[in-house]
C-alpha cells in the first residue's frame, strides 16, 4: 500500500519559475525523503527530513515538514529543463526500516 | 564507485516460467532492498535485508516470491510460475546500515510476462 500522496499529480512550468509539489502521508514518522525518477527507471535520493526538522535546503532545493499536518513540501527554485522528471516523497513509518512511496508528481519543465 | 547495477535490464518471459532477477549492491552497504513499480505508480516495496538475512518481507505479495541474499552482497529475486500481473519493474536499492538512511537505487529489471 502507498502512504503518501503528492499533489499535484502533474505539473507544467516554463523555465526560471519555481515548482512546488505537496506530499501528505497518513502515519508518524522516522523520516520523510524526497525521490526523483526520470524515464521511469532509476530513482536518484534528492533530500532527507527527519521527524524533528522543519526546513531543509539543498542547492536549488528547499524542503518542509510539517509533522502535526502530515505534510511536507518541495520547492525547487529556478527550474531547467533538465529538472522533467517524476518527483516521489517516501517514508520511512516509525518503527519501520524501509520506505513508503507516494504515486509521484510528475513535472515538465519547458524551454 | 559503481552504484547499484541489476541484471537483466529487460526480461520476458511466458505465464508459468520462473525467472531471478539479480542485484549488485554498492560495496560495503549493508541494508538491501527490493522494490516493485508498476506503471504510473511510485514504487511498492517487497522485502528488506540486513546483511544476509531478510529483516522484513512483509511485502512480498505470495509465496511465488522469494529472495535470497546468501553472502551478505549479491542478491537474487525469483519469482515462480510468474503471472501477467507480475509485469512491472522491479527495482533493487541500497543503503548504510538500515533504512533510516537514504537509498541508492539501480536502474531496474522491467519484467514482462506473455
Redesign the interface.
Known sequence: S?Q?EEDPQALSIQEGENATMNCSYKTSI??L?W?RQNS??????LI?IRSNEREKHSGRLRVTLDTSKKSSSLLITASRAADTASY?C?T?PSG?????????TMLLVSP | GAGVSQTPSNKVTEKGKYVELRCDPISGHTALYWYRQSLGQGPEFLIYFQGTGAADDSGLPNDRFFAVRPEGSVSTLKIQRTERGDSAVYLCASSWTSGLNEQYFGPGTRLTVT
Do not use: P
Not at chain 1, 40 to 45: D, E, M, P, S
Not at chain 1, 96 to 104: C, D, I, N, P
Open positions: 502507498q503518501g522516522n523520516n525523503q525521490y521511469g527507471r532509476g530513482l536518484v535520493h532527507l516521489f517516501a520511512v519501520y526500516s524501509t520506505l513508503t512511496f507516494g504515486k509521484g
